[in-house]
């Protein structure tokens, strides 16, 4: 392969990685616009996140085995053509389970363009420059979802919100044609062996339902729907199933045993408090910013762009203090503490809250992600031997994208209880007794009555707009208690590194490449 030609292919690959981590996030700032344009629920739309994730979360273990299988050429750029189609008809659809459902599929395809791109990277860069090569890659991991909120915001605001799907299309053909003529097969194939299709059909049906009662049990009245208690016996049994059948085939699709490792399984447990608090901190800031602060989507996008800046720093910062050998851990505990910070700042917010004091708290939360990403990684396998390392990245990359996935879900649900306990709360306070709120219903009442409205029709018009004030302040403090919430699991689960924190083998930094 010439010079050129090496350039251009890993151009064409990271751009791939980065255009699907941009999905992942670019959606965000777009979910209001979605609801009212599709005339759904912003937790049905939700869905929308969550069904990317799953997607993920499924295709990630068998990547491997898929581009074996298949061969690596055909795997990748089948996959981009099925990400490339599906973006299309997200782009296309005309009700939110019809969105729903391509963007699951458009998920599937994305699962190889991230991992496998990030394998072709290493291999065009000799051994010696592999340090340079996770530089490049981790910049574009990065790029993906810093850009992802400020672009969706920007098309949301100035063209319509299908677009920021439509993108896609264009970029697909592009790296599809580029791989067609430049990519080729790896010079060691990996072996190819027989796949866990039980394994990955108890992952996919217990992954799936449970999802589905964590995001319709709070709106199906829990237990009270036959359909949630159904799918929750049939959640409970195919993953215990699951790990029972994963730790006693001779080759599962995904090796529980190495969690035997203490240092993976500490690992695993934060990655999954990390993804779950990423991914729920990127979820509800753009709706507070939008439907309680009053910011456009653009506006929204751009204060989540300081914070992505200064983690570039951040990433490269942590890369050179690992190469100077600081302990994984010790960058993993100020991450931790960052990001604690970050959501102890957000629970304090107000009505009033400026957007300089949003954008600043974001820095917090984005220098805390880049101080977790790779030095968790880095712990998962610090213990692990070399045949089990590939196991172990992948089962860490799978619990970050499970803690994001159900933590959406979760968080849904939490929002809307936190929602009504305060609803009753301030409308319990609105009593004749209370001279605060009749003063301020007087006050609304003489308003309209100024506007030219009858007494009795400008009392009416005072009370519903009290009423909007009472579920305007309930919003806002349920999105406050849900960032406090999330801050502590941070802190409960953050004692866990002192169980790691004697010195461990020296990290396999050649062998965390892959995510499959």
């Not at 031997?385 to 619990?399: I, Y």
Request: charged share 15%.
């Amino acid at each position: 392969m010439t010079p050129l030609h090496r350039k251009l292919l890993i151009f064409t690959v990271i751009l791939a990685a980065i255009m699907e981590l941009i999905d992942i996030s670019i959606v965000n700032v777009a979910l209001s616009h979605m609801s009212g344009n599709l005339g759904a629920t912003l937790e049905d739309t939700s869905w929308v996140i969550t069904a990317y994730a799953i997607a993920n979360v499924i295709i990630i273990p068998i990547t491997s085995f898929l581009s074996a299988n298949l061969g690596r050429r055909n795997y990748y750029i089948g996959s981009v053509i099925l990400f490339t189609f599906c973006s299309f008809m997200c782009g296309h659809s005309s009700n939110i389970w019809m969105l729903v459902f391509f963007r699951f599929f458009q998920g599937i395809g994305g699962g190889a363009l991230l991992s496998i791109s990030q394998v072709v990277v290493f291999e065009l860069f000799p051994k010696e420059k592999q340090s340079t090569a996770g530089a490049l890659f981790g910049a574009g991991i990065f790029i993906g979802p810093t850009i992802g909120p400020t672009l969706g915001g920007y098309i949301t605001e100035n063209y319509d919100w299908p677009w920021i799907f439509l993108i896609n299309v264009p970029i697909g053909i592009l790296v599809m044609i580029s791989c067609y003529f430049l990519l080729r097969e790896p010079a060691v194939k990996p072996e190819i062996t027989k796949v866990d299709w039980t394994g990955i059909a108890l992952l996919a049906i217990g992954v799936g339902a449970l999802q589905t009662v964590l995001e319709r049990g709070e709106v199906e009245d829990w237990f009270e729907t036959r359909y949630i208690i159904v799918l929750t016996i049939i959640a409970i049994s195919t993953l215990l199933t699951f790990i029972y059948w994963e730790l006693t085939i001779e080759k599962p699709v995904v090796n529980l045993r190495v969690l035997k490792s203490k240092s993976l399984s500490i690992a695993a447990i934060l990655t999954f408090v990390t993804g779950f608090g990423m991914f729920i901190s990127i979820y509800i800031t753009p709706v507070v910013a939008q439907r309680l602060l009053s910011f456009s989507p653009y506006q929204t996008g751009l204060l989540l762009l300081p914070g992505a800046l200064m983690a570039l720093l951040a990433l490269k910062l942590c890369g050179t203090l690992l190469q100077k050998g600081v302990s994984p851990v010790l960058i993993i505990a100020t991450g931790f503490l960052l990001f604690i910070y970050f959501n102890w700042r957000m629970s304090g917010m107000t009505l009033n809250t400026s957007a300089s004091e949003v954008a600043t708290s974001l820095i917090f939360r984005a220098l805390g992600m880049a101080l977790l990403t790779v030095p968790l990684t880095m712990l998962a396998v610090s213990s692990l031997d070399d045949k089990d390392v590939g196991q172990g990245a992948a089962l860490n990359n799978m619990m970050r994208q499970l803690g994001g996935s159900f933590g959406v879900s979760i968080i849904n649900t939490y929002v809307a209880h936190r929602f009504y306990a305060h609803r009753n709360e301030l409308v319990s306070n609105i009593t004749s007794y209370n001279i605060t709120a009749v003063d301020r219903i007087n006050a609304y009442t003489k308003y309209f009555q100024n506007k030219g409205f009858a007494y009795n029709e400008a009392k009416l018009k005072a009370l519903k707009l009290m009423e909007n004030v009472v579920l305007k302040q309930s919003s806002l403090l349920s999105y406050r208690d849900a960032f406090f919430l999330v801050g502590l699991f941070f802190v409960v689960t953050l004692p866990l590194l002192l169980f790691v924190m004697s010195k461990s083998k020296k990290p396999k930094t050649n062998m965390i490449i892959s995510d499959h």
